[in-house]
T-cell receptor
């Protein structure tokens, strides 16, 4: 069974940096795209970006381009979402998700989410 | 970038049928994907491709699409189907993705 295990909740201050992780279990890490999705409190899902672990090919939503960085460490089957300068508006739940169904653009396995709280 | 439009909320009587719709230009080129999210939980995939249900999703969930509009139908809704439902597709431009704003389904 494929599982995506995300790092724990974080409480940070505005201006600080942060990297959260998404470790993939039960899957050949390089073969499936991994996406990041933001959900602000009480709001809907927002697609942030996606990475192909095999070659680190990365695409960003225009809304998040330059605001975050997505990367992988293939040696430990882990994807990362990183901020260099957090803002209070980054307070949200962040999910990683696998695009794992051949021929489909669906995200079939999701992490449990990482709650990020940024104080002003 | 493309946008997907959903009704904000719908309600259905227990055991009845409800249809959730999603409209967007990208649906003319790409299949819609549907996700279910219950409070405090991560989203789960309930429908993808032409009309495909992942393993474990009951067959009371079905999907359809025509032109720029896609629908997720729950036939014989149960209390456990009360949730937010999001549609999604690949964007028309580049390898990007877009989500609808979500539809809150209430089972009465």
């Amino acid at each position: 069974e494929v599982q995506l295990e995300q790092s724990g909740a974080e409480i940070k201050k505005s201006g600080e940096s942060l990297r959260i992780s998404c470790k993939v279990f039960g899957d050949r890490f390089g073969n499936n795209w991994i996406a990041w999705v933001r959900q602000k409190p009480g709001k809907g899902l927002e697609w942030m970006g996606i990475i192909y672990p095999s070659d680190s090919d990365t695409r960003y939503s225009p809304s998040f381009q330059g605001q975050v960085s997505i990367s992988v460490d293939r040696s430990i089957s882990t994807a990362y979402l990183q901020w260099s300068t957090l803002k209070a508006s980054d307070t949200a739940m962040y999910y990683c998700a696998r695009r794992g169904l051949l021929g489909s653009y669906a995200f079939d396995v999701w992490g449990q989410g990482t709650l990020i709280t940024v104080s002003p | 970038s493309s946008e997907l439009t959903q009704d904000s909320a719908v309600s259905v009587a227990l055991g009845q049928t409800v249809r959730i719709t999603c409209q967007g230009d990208s649906l003319r080129n790409y299949y819609v994907t549907w996700y279910q999210q219950k409070p405090g939980q991560a989203p789960i995939l309930v429908m993808y491709g032409k009309n495909n249900r992942p393993s474990g999703i009951p067959d009371r969930f079905s999907g359809s699409s025509s032109g720029n509009t896609a629908s997720l139908t729950i036939t014989g809704a149960l209390a456990e189907d009360e949730a937010d439902y999001y549609c999604s597709s690949r964007d028309n431009s580049a390898d990007h993705y877009v989500f609808g704003a979500g539809t809150a389904v209430t089972v009465l």
